[in-house]
């Protein structure tokens, strides 16, 4: 799932190429070749080959933490394929984007959907999720950064099984019964790398999150909640007991 709130990008025609950043989270990224979104329009560049790319400014809001588990830098960088690709006026399709996506990191193809979805593989085979509705959410971060490569080799155990079907009928209840079946199996390697993922989870349900989880390899959690105006609530409540947390109230993007 992808939510509304997020790090946002601003791509305009310059006289040179620049690339700055703003934003609580703006400290310690990257400006070179490093980061993912100027590997993004660079690709794109030799993807493109002779069509013509006129310099352009990119400015990166940066709202989430850094190596927090939601896939932060893979959205910025699929934001800069997409929104580079328009301004360009490329003629590169969907499907076009998603392979270049895919030579910058696992997650762009789906973070390229930007919707409901399952994906297989390592990223790369998306199954839309049609009819799946939106959530509201709150995300939590801890104020610590987890290393996914540690995590992963931390894992005690990788042929675990996959994923249950989805009940037949999309909401509030069901999505969340659903849930309670499913796992994340990086959640315990995280937690013995990090405790503080276990307080992240034990702050949200505290808050009355009716389902819980860490969000991909961690540090950021995520609780599901019935209203939006529950979760706001909750987020202060959080807000009032961790100071320095990083902790958004927010809702998740619906299936077309």
Excluded at 34 to 60: F, H, T
Excluded at 204 to 224: N, V
Aim: hydrophobic fraction near 45%; charge should be neutral; include cysteine.
């Amino acid at each position: 799932m992808f939510t509304r709130f997020g790090d946002r990008l601003q791509i305009e025609l310059a006289e040179r190429d620049e690339f700055s950043m703003s934003g609580p989270f703006a400290a310690g990224v990257p400006l070179d070749g490093d980061n993912l979104v100027v590997k993004a329009r660079e690709a794109l560049r030799r993807q493109a080959g002779a069509q013509p790319m006129p310099p352009v400014a990119i400015r990166l809001e940066k709202n989430l933490p850094i190596a927090s588990g939601v896939g932060g830098g893979s959205g910025d960088a699929a934001a800069a394929l997409s929104g580079l690709s328009r301004l360009w006026a490329l003629d590169i399709d969907e499907a076009g984007l998603a392979r270049i996506g895919l030579t910058l990191g696992a997650d762009l193809p789906m973070c390229l959907k930007a919707k409901p979805l399952i994906a297989r593989g390592i990223g790369e085979e998306l199954s839309p999720l049609a009819g799946f509705p939106a959530l509201a959410l709150v995300l939590v971060n801890p104020g610590v950064a987890v290393s996914t490569p540690d995590v992963f080799k931390a894992l005690s155990k990788r042929d675990n099984e996959a994923l249950p079907p989805l009940p037949g009928r999309l909401d509030f209840h069901t999505i969340r019964n659903w849930l309670e079946t499913t796992r994340n199996d990086l959640e315990p390697a995280a937690q013995a790398i990090q405790p503080a993922v276990g307080e992240a989870l034990g702050a949200l349900k505290k808050a009355g999150a009716a389902f819980a989880r860490m969000s991909g390899s961690g540090a950021t959690c995520f609780g599901l909640f019935e209203t939006g105006n529950v979760a706001k609530r909750a987020a202060i409540e959080i807000r009032g007991r961790h100071a320095g947390w990083f902790v958004a109230a927010t809702r998740s993007m619906e299936a077309d």
